[in-house]
């Protein structure tokens, strides 16, 4: 019996695509901190007065930002947050919440944690070097809240999603009134048993 004799062709190496991963950091100062767990919930309160609402359009409209927050916010953030926090580097769309917004800000954060932070006097955290800042990166999402530049920790206290505290034209649309859905909400009503 004769044995097949077919030429084996050499396997040669591509180049991937895939980006070389640097090795995990062991540590970083930085902390995300969500010690008021509301910071994901939704206000149209502020519409009127002030044009401002973070209720969505849908749950997939949700779902696209929060995973914004967590795979592209979160990484950026643990792994740059000295020049992130830093005003005078400009880094992305972060920055100090305006001074005239800063009233605003309070207010949503208010409304939106209710009376988990009724106690807070933000006054005095400002002084105690807490400043609210406004975070983004890609896209119309914003992060709103506090950093404790001596501990280094960010605390979340509400998603502007639609770029409506520091309005930009080429984000805001007209539609928001219409904006209903708060993942809040949606959560309670599917997970909390009724009485």
């Known amino acids: 019996m004769a044995k097949n004799k077919r030429k084996i062709p050499d396997v040669s190496v591509t180049q991937s695509n895939i980006p070389e991963q640097q090795p995990l950091p062991l540590k970083s100062d930085f902390n995300f901190f969500p010690y008021y767990p509301r910071w994901i919930n939704t206000t149209d309160s502020f ?13 997939e409209e949700f779902s696209n930002n929060i995973t914004e927050i ?12 000295s020049n992130i926090f830093n005003p005078a580097k400009h880094y992305g769309n972060c920055h100090p919440v305006a001074k005239e917004k800063v009233e605003l800000v309070e207010k949503i954060s208010r409304e939106i944690h209710g009376s988990d932070i009724e106690k807070i006097d933000f006054e005095l955290l400002n002084e105690n070097r807490f400043e609210w800042w406004y975070l983004g990166f890609i896209g119309s999402t914003r992060l709103v809240g ?16 639609h770029h409506l505290i520091h309005l930009n034209d080429h984000f805001n649309q007209s539609d928001y009134e219409r904006y209903g859905f708060c993942p809040v909400m949606k959560y309670e009503q599917n997970n909390i048993p009724s009485k």
């Open 47 to 59: 519409y009127k007065k002030y044009n401002f609402t973070n209720k969505l359009k849908n749950a």
């Open 70 to 81: 967590t795979t592209v916010f979160l990484p950026k953030l643990y792994q740059d947050f």
């Open 146 to 161: 506090l950093y404790d530049g001596d501990s280094y920790r960010f605390y979340p206290m509400f998603i502007d999603h």
